[in-house]
């Protein structure tokens, strides 16, 4: 998190409720798309000269090559078919409204970073049941706490940090973590699914409810 947001997200009461903070950008946008025109209007206005003119078309070119937007890369939608011994293990083996964890959360400032994640979200139209670690363009600090301690894994709070948001099963990309590494943390293997590890953390005592959960 950069240091002058973070600042800002501690001091300013209701800071860190805002949902898309960069939206405001508009206002300066359309701030600087006025103070732009009142700047052609008077270089125009002050009499048709070469200069003047050059300049006008100056400031309207770069104003037009500021504004073009880029290519916006997409990535297929995962499909359920793909996933669909994971979701029947899920729809099977736990109960309506008991949360499920997927791990790694997203970790990272690019859109690379949080394609998993926002697949899984996707996804849980299919396996309708709550998910730890979701996000919007609100990150609430119970997602932070959760991204910052699961790269320790099999050491640091992330273990507790499930149990407390109500997790009893984590679905793990058996890439990131193998079960040898995650066992010693008390997760126990259960089965794989879809290429996709479930750990069973009924066993661990929950920890502390994560602030900012519901």
């Known amino acids: 998190m950069r240091p002058l947001y973070a600042a800002l997200r501690e001091l300013v009461p209701g800071y860190a409720q805002i949902r ?7 206002l300066a946008q359309v701030s600087i798309t006025l103070l732009a025109a009142v700047g ?12 003047r003119t050059i300049a006008a078309m100056a400031v309207a070119l770069l104003s037009t090559l500021e504004l073009r937007a ?3 890369p997409l990535v297929d939608a995962p499909s359920p078919d793909e996933y669909a011994e994971l979701l029947e293990w899920i729809a099977t083996n736990t109960d309506p409204g008991e949360p499920i964890a997927f791990l790694p959360p997203a970790h990272g400032r690019g859109s690379k970073a949080h394609e ?9 139209a299919s ?4 998910t730890v670690g979701g996000y919007s363009s ?3 600090e119970s997602y932070r706490a959760l991204r910052d301690a699961a790269p320790l894994l099999p050491e ?8 407390g948001a109500g997790a009893h099963f984590v679905v793990v990309r058996p890439s990131w973590r193998s079960p040898e590494q995650l066992e010693p943390a008390g997760m126990i293997p259960l089965t794989r699914r879809s290429g996709y590890d479930i750990y069973d953390l009924s066993a661990i005592s929950p920890g ?4 900012g959960s519901r």
Do not use: K
């Open 20 to 26: 898309s903070l960069w939206r405001f950008g508009i």
């Open 40 to 51: 052609i209007e008077a270089l125009i206005g002050a009499g048709p000269t070469r200069r």
């Open 70 to 72: 880029g290519a916006v």
């Open 116 to 124: 998993e994640t926002a697949g899984w979200m996707l996804l849980q």
């Open 127 to 130: 396996f309708d049941r709550p």
């Open 138 to 140: 609100f990150f609430p």
């Open 156 to 163: 640091g709070p992330a273990v507790e940090l499930l149990r």
């Open 208 to 211: 502390p409810r994560p602030r």
